[in-house]
Nanobody, 117 residues
């Protein structure tokens, strides 16, 4: 079965950096689009970034230039590099899998990112 296990979240200071990881199993990782969504308290879940099986990336306007999504197909792992953290980046971050960009078929359990001084 498909499993997506996020890690790397935690408490960080404004201006700091974090690297989130998503270990995937149960499917041929290189054949699927992957993504990161986030949900802040009281807000709807939103797309942060996504990457196609071919490496095409897309980002939410609010994170362009600060977030970088990447994938290591040999390790079946998805990454999200987060720089210049802002308090508004505080949210639960979820790893997703889908047949193509814009589609989500599976969700991970999430990893919490809290940005506070």
């Amino acid at each position: 079965q498909v499993q997506l296990v996020e890690s790397g979240g935690g408490l960080a200071q404004p201006g700091g950096s974090l690297r989130l990881s998503c270990a995937a199993s149960g499917f041929t990782f290189s054949s699927y689009a992957m993504g990161w969504y986030r949900q802040a308290p009281g807000k709807e879940r939103q797309l942060v970034a996504a990457i196609s099986s071919g490496g095409t990336t897309t980002y939410a306007d609010s994170v362009k230039g600060r977030f970088t999504i990447s994938r290591d197909n040999a390790k079946s792992t998805l990454y999200l590099e987060i720089n210049s953290l802002k308090p508004e980046d505080t949210a639960m971050y979820y790893c997703t899998q889908g047949h193509n960009l814009g589609r989500v078929d599976y969700w991970g359990q999430g990893t919490q990112v809290t940005v506070s001084s």
